[in-house]
Nanobody, 124 residues
Framework: QVQLVESGGGLVQVGGSLRLSCAASGLTFNNYIMGWFRQAPGKEREFVAGINWSGVSTFIADSVKGRFTISRDNAKNTVYLQMNSLKPEDTAVYFC?????????????????WGQGTQVTASS
């Protein structure tokens, strides 16, 4: 049974930082492309960042480029999202997702498995 478990969310001041983690089990982690998405109330799920199998290639949404980075540790079956200079508009539930084969990194339909999400709130 595949499980993706996010952690590290919380309440942070505007301009602050958080690091999200997503621990995967039940799959061969280094065979999967990993992504982070977010969803704010009343809005569609939005692509944030993606990383390929080896971690060499990453893809970052324009809305967070220069502030967020994605990385992975295949030995720990974990993918990370480092979020710096947080803004109120970054407030959302953040989800990690895993894809066995990649079509469009930014499309939720490309991903096979999803975590339950973790809340991130940036407030002044």
């Amino acid at each position: 049974q595949v499980q993706l478990v996010e952690s590290g969310g919380g309440l942070v001041q505007v301009g602050g930082s958080l690091r999200l983690s997503c621990a995967a089990s039940g799959l061969t982690f280094n065979n999967y492309i990993m992504g982070w998405f977010r969803q704010a109330p009343g809005k569609e799920r939005e692509f944030v960042a993606g990383i390929n199998w080896s971690g060499v290639s990453t893809f970052i949404a324009d809305s967070v480029k220069g502030r967020f980075t994605i990385s992975r540790d295949n030995a720990k079956n974990t993918v990370y999202l480092q979020m710096n200079s947080l803004k109120p508009e970054d407030t959302a539930v953040y989800f990690c997702a895993a894809a066995r084969a990649m079509g469009d990194f930014a499309s939720p339909e490309s991903y096979d498995y999803w975590g339950q999400g973790t809340q991130v709130t940036a407030s002044s």
